[in-house]
């Protein structure tokens, strides 16, 4: 079988130059980012952390010991794979979100046998490598990659199959979105399931405050690189000055908003310029970066209903940290 590769969101050059360098954004982008960097409390899309170095830094957080999710998820399906298997269903076209290496998924190729596997991410170039790596391993399989903005409108093309999409969203991705939010996306991935597809999701579970704090800011401080590669990509994307040496990391879990919480915070004052805007950063002034929403068991499934979707099997680990939720699009 052969590749094929689509990219539906492409970033283009710009032609005008200013005293900065060039900005390598869409104008959308540079009005998007412009946005949250001029709020009252400055904010970014958790999408920016994901350039090519970015998810380079993420499969290295992914193997620390205090990061939980990667490795517990893992268990999960190694214990409970033939069961997954079997509720899901062999042959069906396998869409990955925010495949990134592609590693889980192939993980259950030789379970799941999908007849389609469509990973999505929005780092373009990362995912031309994983699937390149991935069709010399299992050329059985039709793999069709997309570089796409989860964030927006889901717009799967005529190339993708009709017939049993199953949506893969592992790692607990999902907390990205706050619960409404979350909701929102669902329901778009509802509108292209069909009435015969159905969702694989991995959830992070509410645990200790102790456990959480650790596995966002590890002793290593690989993810402390991997939020201050932000800066560095605002810099390409925006022709933006941001001096990466001038902030520091800080992640911790928000235990009113049941959410991990990621901040850049200035070293000292600073004048920031980009095409778009500029803006003057206190001392101790903060980027909030990403939110990384907990539930419990309850409150997903609740959620999961809202969106259209019928949770019909859960899996935990023993510790009940996180859970794997196999859910059926509920039929119009």
């Not at 645990?207 to 990509?233: C, E, S």
């Amino acid at each position: 079988m052969s590749i094929s590769l689509e990219q539906q969101t492409v970033q283009h050059t710009q032609p005008a130059s200013t005293p900065l360098n060039r900005a390598n954004a869409t104008p959308a982008t540079i009005v998007e980012v412009s946005r949250g960097l001029m709020a009252p409390s400055a904010w970014t899309s958790p999408k920016y952390l994901y350039d090519a170095l970015g998810s380079k830094l993420f499969e290295a957080i992914c193997a620390l010991p205090e990061y939980y999710p990667t490795r517990t998820e893992a268990s999960i399906f190694e214990r409970h794979g033939a069961d997954i298997a079997l509720a899901a269903g062999t042959g069906s076209t396998l869409i990955d979100l925010g495949a990134g290496n592609c590693a889980k998924a192939a993980s259950l190729f030789p379970r799941l046998q999908p007849a389609q596997y469509v990973p999505i991410d929005i780092s373009y170039e990362f995912l031309c490598e994983s699937l390149s790596r991935l069709q010399q391993r299992f050329p059985q399989i039709e793999m069709t990659g997309l570089g796409l903005d989860l964030s927006g409108e889901i717009a799967l093309p005529a190339s993708v199959r009709q017939s049993r999409r199953l949506f893969f969203y592992p790692g607990s991705s999902i907390g990205n979105f706050a619960p409404e939010e979350a909701i929102a996306f669902l329901r778009r991935l509802r509108a292209q399931a069909g009435d015969d597809g159905g969702l694989l999701i991995g959830v992070d579970l509410i645990k200790d405050q102790a456990t959480l704090d650790a596995a966002y800011d590890d002793a290593l401080g690989v993810t402390a690189a991997f939020n201050l590669n932000l800066l560095r990509h605002l810099n390409h994307l925006l022709g933006a000055d941001f001096d990466v040496r001038a902030w520091r990391h800080h992640g911790f879990f928000n235990a009113v908003e049941s959410r991990v919480e990621m901040h850049l915070e200035a070293r000292s004052d600073q004048l920031v310029r980009w095409q778009g805007g500029q803006r003057r950063f206190a001392q101790g002034e903060r980027i909030h970066t990403e939110d990384s929403y907990k539930y419990t068991r309850a409150s997903f499934v609740g959620l999961l209903e809202q969106a259209g979707f019928a949770a019909r099997d859960i899996w935990t680990d023993e510790q009940q940290w996180f859970a794997v939720i196999h859910a059926r699009a509920i039929r119009d």
